[in-house]
């Protein structure tokens, strides 16, 4: 094994050089430096191994499920994503001219997966990076002022779901079901405060408090995608016909305010896109990488790109 990072300095991701190992020599190769790998996971918040022969989808199914366990499904998440097996799925079918910006998967939830895993079967022409980001960093270099005010009134993020014609995922897609009474309970265990607006759309408030300390740690982490939910980030153009289409900002199909109700100004949020992208990193995709990350530890996004572009991820307790 050659590493090429060292073991001193924080780098995001870590990176693991492996000498194109099968996938049972990797699994082999996990499971005796597991210690290790858990460690550099903690230190740095992703490790990627490249040099690990994956090029299907039930090599990727049988590494994950061979090196962690308690996968979850995508139930509640916010992206489009097409299921591909048991718990893996396309890592988003969201616009490749667009870039997703960062979040910390399903932070707005009552429940968020530990780790996340990804690789690519085939790398965009152009751009399509994994972006990564040291929730740390993030909050080390946020505005006190942001940090305090978060901290104090939490968030409450807002999603309007419609039953099947509308922007964005459906409720039905959201849960994977289609059932109303399975979702009603979904709801009510995990504190999502839910209305079924006119009968068939859904609307949801989940209150979340947007940092937090880290489950094994104890670290203070920015852990939140205020930015994500709040239409700012699509631009002028776009926010002025989703006022056209849905009216009241918490009409849109996603929104965000602080915990208590009150606005969330549009200077913050710009301050929260900016803060973030000065620690963002663009780790380029090679075939044959497998990419865990600390969902708590790195938030990640997505960078645009060109050509087709194949990346898959499970996500697990
Ligand atoms: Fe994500």
């Known amino acids: 094994m050659n590493r090429t990072t060292s073991t001193t300095e924080l780098v995001l991701p870590y990176i693991i050089q492996l000498d194109n190992l099968s996938p049972d020599k990797f699994i082999d190769y996990y499971q005796l430096n597991k210690p290790f790998i858990e460690e550099q996971l903690l230190i740095n918040g992703a490790v990627k191994f490249a040099g690990v022969e994956i090029n299907a989808l039930d090599i990727f199914e049988h590494i994950v499920h061979s090196i962690s366990t308690r996968f979850?499904?995508?139930?509640?998440?916010?992206?489009?994503?097409?299921?591909?097996?048991?718990?893996?799925?396309?890592s988003t079918e969201y616009d490749k001219s667009q870039v997703i910006t960062m979040h910390n998967e399903l932070s707005y939830s009552a429940k968020w997966p530990n780790k996340l895993f990804f690789t690519c079967?085939?790398?965009?022409?152009?751009?399509?990076?994994?972006?990564?980001?040291?929730?740390?960093?993030?909050?080390?270099?946020?505005?006190?002022?942001?940090?305090?005010?978060?901290?104090?009134?939490?968030?409450?993020?807002?999603?309007?779901?419609?039953?099947?014609?509308?922007?964005?995922?459906?409720?039905?897609?959201?849960f994977e079901t289609a059932d109303k009474k399975e979702l009603n309970n979904y709801c009510r265990k995990y504190n999502i405060n839910y209305e079924w607006a006119d009968g068939h759309n859904l609307r949801l408030k989940q209150p979340a408090r947007g940092i937090i300390n880290h489950r094994i740690t104890g670290e203070r982490i920015w852990f939140n995608q205020a930015d994500q939910f709040h239409p700012l980030h699509l631009g002028a153009e776009m926010m002025e016909a989703l006022e056209l289409?849905?009216?009241?900002?918490?009409?849109f199909p996603m929104y965000v305010s602080y915990g208590d109700g009150k606005e969330i100004s549009e200077d913050t949020i710009r301050e929260?896109?900016?803060?973030?992208?000065r620690v963002t990193k663009a780790p380029e995709w090679?075939?044959?990488?497998?990419?865990?990350?600390?969902?708590?530890?790195?938030?990640?996004?997505?960078?645009?790109?060109?050509?087709?572009?194949?990346?898959?991820?499970?996500?697990?307790e």
Do not use: C
Request: aromatic residues 6%; proline residues 4%.
């Open 272 to 277: 929260i896109l900016q803060t973030i992208g």
């Open 245 to 251: 289409m849905y009216g009241a900002p918490e009409y």
């Open 121 to 174: 079967l085939k790398p965009a022409e152009r751009g399509g990076e994994t972006l990564l980001a040291d929730s740390r960093e993030i909050l080390q270099n946020m505005n006190p002022d942001i940090v305090k005010e978060i901290e104090s009134r939490g968030l409450l993020y807002i999603r309007n779901l419609h039953s099947g014609d509308g922007m964005g995922p459906s409720w039905q897609e959201t």
């Open 72 to 90: 979850l499904n995508y139930v509640d998440g916010n992206s489009p994503r097409v299921k591909l097996s048991g718990s893996v799925y396309t």
């Open 286 to 316: 090679n075939k044959n990488e497998l990419l865990i990350i600390d969902n708590e530890l790195a938030a990640h996004g997505r960078n645009s790109f060109t050509g087709d572009r194949k990346v898959l991820v499970a996500m697990s």
